[in-house]
């Protein structure tokens, strides 16, 4: 038994007990076998797969199997996983239209929830959630084709050219390759830099019943299409205390711009009267490090060196104020440590991605969790629409009072 005693409320009878219980801090939604989560002692695992092993050993296609099959892919199944997901990558011809409906400095947030959105009236064949395999079909698709619409969320941004999935790539490279490439020269990529890429992947992939993972349960226990339902995860990681804590890191890092500032803003991150939080640091469930951040960090540095941005003014920056949040008192007594994130958009920016593509390549790589929560609570018999109650705060009851009694 890997978890703490937990009591199964539906066992208590029919309508359970009422809690309020704001924020989630000590409620499950849902049972789940696929992330476990010790944040006391800083342990991940997927599948039971330690996140650290399946870091180091892994790809990402292959934990995206992991993760919606429960167990790691044989031979066959892995190459056919793999052939599948490339024969998908390539978007509806008219999904083109829908980007071009946007403005050009669209942030790829908003492009990568309204074309996910639209997935919905492209594929509506396999919409029948009911039917495990068209379950299947449409994980399948998001999986095959968000990185393709991540990636040209940014050339649309960029005004350049949308570069076609070229599937002699990887997972990771192909990403890569429809980023960064132009049609007019032959895209190498960096053995190293794809390498972390695939990193950021495998440790962004899922992480339990996070905010956007469980708006997408939750759109999803109306039996809502998936498209949707992942349209609506996109949304809801969007945010700065979410996913959007990558970007805000480095908006944050150049605000401060020199090292000179860093005891400015920790004054500010400790002051009560002031909204203001270090960015990247701190995590609801991690009350020590997190595994991932240390892998994260790892990776940092491997990047750092391979490009040789050691003494950058942005990465040392970022190092020193790493160094002084880990020896501060409030941070220490807090249990406030850099989170993924942190490190994280650092590796990104370092390999030249953008600040605003940060929360869309995490969102490419939650595709895999969100897809494979979805279809378990989908296989569940007993799952039920999620219907939260509430507190009421406001009035009691009143008479209507017409307008010249106002
Ligand atoms: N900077 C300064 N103080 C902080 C920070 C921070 N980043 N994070 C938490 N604290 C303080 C709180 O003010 C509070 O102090 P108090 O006890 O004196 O009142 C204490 O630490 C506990 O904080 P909570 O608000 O209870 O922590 P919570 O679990 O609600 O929030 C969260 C977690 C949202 C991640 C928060 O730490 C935060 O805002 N961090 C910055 C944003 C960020 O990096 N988010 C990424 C999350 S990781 C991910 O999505 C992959």
């Not at 990558?89 to 669209?106: E, I, K, P, S, Y």
């Amino acid at each position: 038994n890997m978890g703490p005693d937990v009591i199964d409320i539906r066992n208590l009878g029919k309508h359970g007990v009422f809690t309020y219980d704001p924020g989630f801090l000590s409620t499950a939604s849902c049972p789940s076998a696929i992330t476990y989560i010790d944040g006391e002692q800083g342990l991940l695992y997927y599948r039971g797969y330690p996140i650290e092993q399946l870091a180091e050993h892994s790809d990402f296609l292959e934990v995206a199997y992991l993760l919606m099959h429960g167990e790691l892919p044989d031979a066959d199944q892995r190459s056919n996983f793999t052939s599948t997901m490339m024969k998908h990558t390539m978007l509806h011809d008219q999904l083109t239209n829908v980007f071009r409906g946007f403005r050009r400095d669209a942030h790829p947030m908003a492009v990568m929830v309204g074309v996910v959105g639209s997935m919905s009236a492209f594929y509506e064949e396999v919409t029948d959630v009911r039917d495990p395999n068209n379950r299947l079909a449409a994980a399948y698709h998001l999986l095959a084709k968000v990185p393709t619409i991540a990636a040209w969320s940014y050339k649309y941004n960029i005004g350049e050219p949308f570069m076609y999935p070229q599937n002699h790539f990887n997972y990771a490279e192909n990403f890569m390759q429809m980023m960064f490439a132009t049609p007019c020269e032959k895209y190498e990529p960096n053995p190293i830099l794809a390498k972390a890429f695939e990193r950021i992947l495998i440790l962004h992939a899922d992480h339990e019943q996070n905010a956007s993972t469980s708006t997408v349960r939750l759109a999803g226990s109306s039996g809502a299409n998936p498209f949707a339902c992942v349209a609506a995860g996109i949304a809801s990681l969007w945010g700065p205390a979410h996913g959007g804590a990558n970007e805000a890191t480095l908006k944050m890092l150049e605000e401060m711009g020199d090292v000179s500032r860093i005891g400015e803003f920790i004054k500010r991150a400790k002051d009560k009267s002031d909204s203001f939080r270090l960015m990247g640091f701190g995590h609801r469930v991690y009350r020590n490090m997190d595994p991932r951040a240390s892998i994260m960090r790892e990776t940092c540095h491997q990047v750092l060196d391979e490009l040789g941005l050691h003494n950058d003014p942005m990465f040392k920056l970022a190092l020193k104020l790493e160094q002084i949040a880990l020896e501060d008192e409030y941070f220490v007594n807090r249990r406030l440590y850099p989170n993924v994130d942190f490190y994280s958009g650092i590796v990104m920016r370092a390999m030249g991605i953008p600040n605003s593509m940060f929360t869309a390549i995490f969102a490419l790589a939650r595709t895999a969790g969100w897809v494979a929560q979805w279809n378990e609570m989908n296989s569940d018999p007993e799952a039920k629409i999620g219907r939260p109650r509430q507190l009421y705060m406001g009035a009691t009851r009143r008479d209507y009072v017409p307008m010249d009694g106002r």
